[in-house]
Nanobody, 124 residues
Framework: QVQLVESGGGLLQVGGSLTLGCSASGTSFLINSMGWYRQRPGKERDLVASISSGGSTNYADPVKDRSTISITLLNKTVHLHMNNLKTEDTAVYYC??????????????????WGQGTQVTVSS
């Protein structure tokens, strides 16, 4: 199995910046991609940004011009940096990873694991 530990978040100001970190741990897995999703009150959980093990990135339209996602495969970590924060960025942010995991009975491919979530509140 794979565990994800998130860091960052909290109470931030409009126009400020945010850095979120997420580390994956476990045994016998290979990362295909890592990313961040967010869930605002009363809304669905939506993609913020993702990055593949090869470095290909994908950003949601509301954040694409003010966000950077990066991955360090050696440390199995992903970071999201977001500038020019807006009140609508207020949400619970979740880290997700997609892996191939070697179970006792063989490889299980494209398995998704989620972090517990971290609250980000942007206040004016």
């Amino acid at each position: 199995q794979v565990q994800l530990v998130e860091s960052g978040g909290g109470l931030l100001q409009v126009g400020g910046s945010l850095t979120l970190g997420c580390s994956a741990s476990g045994t016998s897995f290979l990362i295909n991609s890592m990313g961040w999703y967010r869930q605002r009150p009363g809304k669905e959980r939506d993609l913020v940004a993702s990055i593949s093990s090869g470095g290909s990135t994908n950003y949601a339209d509301p954040v694409k011009d003010r966000s950077t996602i990066s991955i360090t495969l050696l440390n199995k970590t992903v970071h999201l940096h977001m500038n020019n924060l807006k009140t609508e960025d207020t949400a619970v942010y979740y880290c997700k990873t997609n892996v191939n995991w070697r179970s006792p009975t063989g490889w299980l491919r494209d398995r998704d694991y989620w972090g517990q979530g971290t609250q980000v509140t942007v206040s004016s």
